[in-house]
């Protein structure tokens, strides 16, 4: 064989051996190929840990993996996990997703939907701005996070269970895991950020679904005095203090709904002050946000009227 030969199989060969390389690697990365992939230590963005993935779902893995969008950008940054990606990018037994998003909305019942879902059954977190449903949960980070991101209005954390878990967890087992993992996620985040604050932190205790009833007589809402038309079978309230307070009453799939916070961020992000159906009020001697959304001007009357007798407003 001439040297001019010898050189061109050389170079067939090396070709051949890159191209061999490249491909076991790009099976590597997307979960495939005959070696097994390493093992993944930290998912989405560096946030958590494999113990808090796990404990995600209801059946162990043998590996995960975690797929990220970018932070940097300024739309919804979504962190897939599962056990890997197949050859077409595509999760594996994919058990939840991790968003960082922003949300422009400063009503209170809309941001939450932004937040964690549309659905009157969700429940607010203690000591936080955020709320746990079905199969979702999610969190504003604190203020001067916003800032550091670029989605737009105000920066949030959400998780969403992918798997069929509120099929398997019932007992507010889903709720308080999925908050366990949000929090962490979303502390995790802050301290990258570099706008972690003190008071953002996780609850002790995640709080149950919200469950239906039939409006009391005269007393919808659980507030004395606030009667409702009886075309209203259906009430989801929220117990406790007015921090994050909310009541959705349905008839049929026609839906009214009224918030009361107290809590310091929202007052912040409710910048436009009062109007048809937002208006600040002191309460029990704290500034409180009063918003309703209800077409029915008397109903919504009604319900401050009601509201100002049992929380003392002003």
């Known amino acids: 064989m001439n040297r001019k030969k010898r050189t061109g199989v050389v170079l067939a060969v090396t070709v051949a051996v890159l191209v061999a390389a490249a491909g076991v690697t790009v099976a590597v990365l997307r979960g495939g190929g005959s ?8 998912f989405c963005w560096g946030t958590l840990k494999r113990g808090d993935v796990a404990a995600l779902g209801t059946h162990p893995l043998p590996r995960y993996a975690s797929d990220e969008g970018d932070l940097k950008g300024s739309t919804l ?36 939907d932004d937040v964690a879902g549309v659905s009157p059954f969700r429940a607010p977190l203690t000591g936080v701005p955020g709320w746990v449903n079905q199969s979702m949960a999610g969190v504003l980070l604190p203020t001067s996070c916003s800032a550091r991101l670029h989605f737009g209005g105000a920066a949030y954390v959400r998780v969403q269970t992918l798997a069929d878990q509120d099929k398997t967890w019932r ?37 149950r679904l919200l469950e239906g009833h039939a409006p ?13 038309p009886a075309k209203y079978t259906e ?3 929220t117990d406790g203090d007015f921090r994050l307070w909310s009541c959705a009453l349905r008839a049929g799939s026609e839906e009214v709904h009224f918030t009361v916070t107290q809590d310091p961020y929202l007052l912040w992000l409710n910048g436009s002050g009062s109007d048809r159906r937002s208006a600040i009020l002191k309460c029990g001697g704290k500034k409180t946000l009063v918003q309703t959304g209800s077409e029915d001007d008397g109903l919504a009357r009604d319900f401050r009227t009601a509201l100002a007798h049992k929380a003392d407003c002003a």
Request: glycine share 14%; net charge neutral.
């Open 35 to 42: 070696g097994p992939a390493a093992e993944q230590k930290s």
């Open 235 to 237: 009430q989801y309230a």
């Open 216 to 228: 009391a007589s005269g007393e919808a809402c659980g507030l004395p005095g606030f009667g409702v």
């Open 171 to 207: 007992d507010g087992t889903l709720q308080r895991r999925m908050a366990d993992v949000l929090m962490t996620a979303a502390t995790g985040l802050t301290r990258q950020l570099g706008c972690s604050s003190a008071s953002f932190k996780a609850p002790a205790t995640a709080p």
């Open 77 to 112: 940054a979504t962190c897939q996990v599962g056990t890997g990606l197949d050859a077409h990018g595509v999760m594996k037994r994919l058990q939840f997703s991790l968003s960082v998003g922003g949300s422009p909305s400063d009503d209170v019942w809309h941001l939450a």
